[in-house]
Each structure stands twice: as C-alpha cells, then as structure tokens.
C-alpha cells in the first residue's frame, strides 16, 4: 500500500493506493481520516494522475475522474458505488433514487450504510446524496465540507 497527501483548497486530502489504483481518499480534517500504518509507504509518483485530476477538479476544469480505482467491499456495497459515479457534477440525488437506481428499491437503508463506508470520497461522489427533502445528510468529511464540496459544483440543496 502506498499513500500520499494533496492539498486542496477545502483541506489536505490523503490517498492511499495499492498496485491496481485508488483504494482511499479523505479529508484529513473529516471525522472519518484515512488510518496511515507502518504497512503504508510513502510515494507520491504512485498518486501523479489522481493528484493532476484533483487539481483539474478544484480549478473547474474537470466534472468527471478517470482513475483505476480499487476500493474493497461487498458485492453490494460495489453496485452502490457504481450507482455514486452515474451521478454529475451540479446534481444531488437521495438515497430512495440510489436504491431505485441499483434495482433494489427496498434497500433504502442498506444503500445508506453502503454510501457511508465508502472510503473514495470525491471522486466516488457520496456527498452527491441528500435527503429526500432536498436537506444535506451525513458525511464523513462533515456537513460543512459536503456543503462546500456542492457549492463548489453548482448544486442545488437545502441548509
């Protein structure tokens, strides 16, 4: 495993990777920082696409990632994040839509925790899902990021 720092206009970020791509992503100021142990090494060649593209991101000239990415989970958890990456820049979308979107419309909790353990913040775009009411919800970067995060995209929600 490989990791590195980005600094970002929100914050530093930390990444981790291992040789097939991107397995975390997180603010370091979040409630939910990524853990780096003395199984990690650092190496910030590893990161040189993701970081390019970060940058791309935060200038405004990028809407859309196009990294190797390699984050482990559940077969289910996988079809979430999936599901995450069809929504756009500028949009929100709530949870009932997420759950009907990977054909499990019942799954409206499960789909939550799902988004939740999501350990590629930003570029698997978790903080695109809102309330239904149109209000900001959990993140592990905090609300106060998640809002930042969609003011910076155009999007429209409720405070």
């Not at 097939?20 to 997180?26: K, M, N, P, R, V």
């Not at 990524?34 to 200038?59: A, M």
């Amino acid at each position: 495993m490989y990791y590195t720092y980005f600094q970002s206009p929100l914050g530093d970020i930390a990444l981790a990777a291992n040789d097939q791509g991107l397995t975390a992503l997180s603010f370091v100021q979040g409630a939910a920082p990524l853990t780096i142990d003395k199984t990690f090494q650092q190496d910030s060649n590893k990161f040189n696409q993701v970081c390019q593209q970060l940058s791309e991101y935060f200038s405004g000239e990028r809407v859309t990632f196009d990294l190797p990415l390699a984050q482990a989970g559940t077969a289910f958890q996988q079809k979430v994040w999936q599901a995450l990456c069809t929504i756009k820049q500028g949009e929100t979308k709530s949870y009932a839509w997420l759950a009907k979107k990977i054909d499990n419309e019942k799954a409206v909790r499960a789909v939550g925790t799902a988004n939740g353990a999501n350990k590629i913040a930003l570029i698997v775009p978790c903080h695109r899902v809102i309330g239904t009411n149109g209000k900001l919800t959990g993140y592990a970067g905090g609300l106060s990021l998640k809002a930042k995060l969609l003011m910076h995209e155009g999007a429209q929600f409720k405070v």
